[in-house]
C-alpha cells in the first residue's frame, strides 16, 4: 500500500510537448505539495494545496499549472517543456499545512530531449 | 523569507564512526526541523524532526540537537553502518502567528558515505 504514489515514474519527452504527472495520498492528508529536485539534489517548493485550496505558489514559470481535483489528489500539468525542466519531480503530503512531517512519492523523474 | 544552510556537503565516514551534519537558518520564528534521508534514486524518508520546544531527540542511533539561540541544529549519526549511506537534508519550518500556513525550507543536503 503506497501512502503517496505518482505516475509515470519516467518521462521522456521533446522540447516543446506538454505532459502531466499525477500524484493520490491515501493517508487522509489535507495538504499536498510539488517539488522540484535538480541534478545538484536542491529540493524546491514549487506549489501547496490544503483541502484543494492553493497556498503557496513560488516562482514558478505559468507553463507549470497544478490542479487538485480533491484532497487526495494533486496533478501536475507542464506546458512548452523546456531543457531546463529536467529534473525529479516529487509529489508529498502532510496531515495539515505547516510544522507537519512530510510524506513523499517515489518521483517523476522528467528528460527533456 | 527562510534561509538553510548544511554543512559538509560530503561526509566520508568508516564504519562504526560517528558522524555530524550540521545546519543553521535565518528565521528565528522557525519551529520545526524535520531531518530526512534519501537513499540513491529514492525518495527522502523522513528519520527524525524536533520542535523549538525540546533541546535534543534521540531515536536509537539517530539523534538531533537545536540551538535556537545560535539558530543551528545538527544530526547526529553513532555507530555507522554502509547503509547509512544516502543524502541527508535538513529543512525548517515555520508557522506564523494566527496562521496555520507554513513551508518547509531544505538545505542543500550531506551526502554521506560509510566505507566497510
Known amino acids: 500500500d503506497t501512502a503517496v504514489s505518482q505516475t509515470p515514474k519516467y518521462l521522456v519527452t521533446q522540447m516543446g510537448n506538454d505532459k502531466s504527472i499525477k500524484c493520490e495520498q491515501n493517508l487522509g492528508h489535507d495538504t499536498m505539495y510539488w517539488y522540484k529536485q535538480d541534478s545538484k539534489k536542491f529540493l524546491k517548493i514549487m506549489f501547496s494545496?490544503?483541502?484543494?485550496?492553493?497556498?503557496i505558489n513560488e516562482t514558478v514559470p505559468n507553463r507549470f499549472s497544478p490542479k487538485s481535483p480533491d484532497k487526495a489528489h494533486l496533478n501536475l500539468h507542464i506546458n512548452s517543456l523546456e531543457l531546463g525542466d529536467s529534473a525529479v519531480y516529487f509529489c508529498?503530503?502532510?496531515?495539515?499545512?505547516?510544522?507537519?512531517?512530510?510524506?513523499f512519492g517515489d518521483g517523476t523523474r522528467l528528460s527533456i530531449l | 523569507g527562510e534561509n538553510v544552510e548544511q554543512h559538509p556537503s560530503t561526509l566520508s565516514v568508516q564504519e562504526g564512526d560517528s558522524a555530524v551534519i550540521k545546519c543553521t537558518y535565518s528565521d528565528s520564528a522557525s519551529n520545526y526541523f524535520p531531518w530526512y534521508k534519501q537513499e540513491l534514486g529514492k525518495r527522502p524518508q523522513l528519520i527524525i524532526d524536533i520542535r523549538s520546544n525540546v533541546g535534543e531527540k534521540k531515536d536509537q542511533r539517530i539523534a538531533v540537537t537545536l540551538n535556537k539561540t545560535a539558530k543551528h541544529f545538527s544530526l547526529h549519526i553513532t555507530e555507522t553502518q554502509p547503509e547509512d549511506s544516502a543524502v541527508y537534508f535538513c529543512?525548517?519550518?515555520?508557522?506564523?502567528?494566527?496562521?496555520?500556513?507554513?513551508?518547509?525550507?531544505f538545505g542543500r543536503g550531506t551526502q554521506l558515505t560509510v566505507w566497510p
Open positions: 494545496y490544503n483541502n484543494k485550496e492553493l497556498i
Open positions: 529543512a525548517a519550518d515555520r508557522v506564523d502567528r494566527g496562521s496555520t500556513l507554513g513551508r518547509l525550507y
Open positions: 508529498a503530503s502532510s496531515p495539515t499545512t505547516g510544522n507537519q512531517p512530510q510524506h
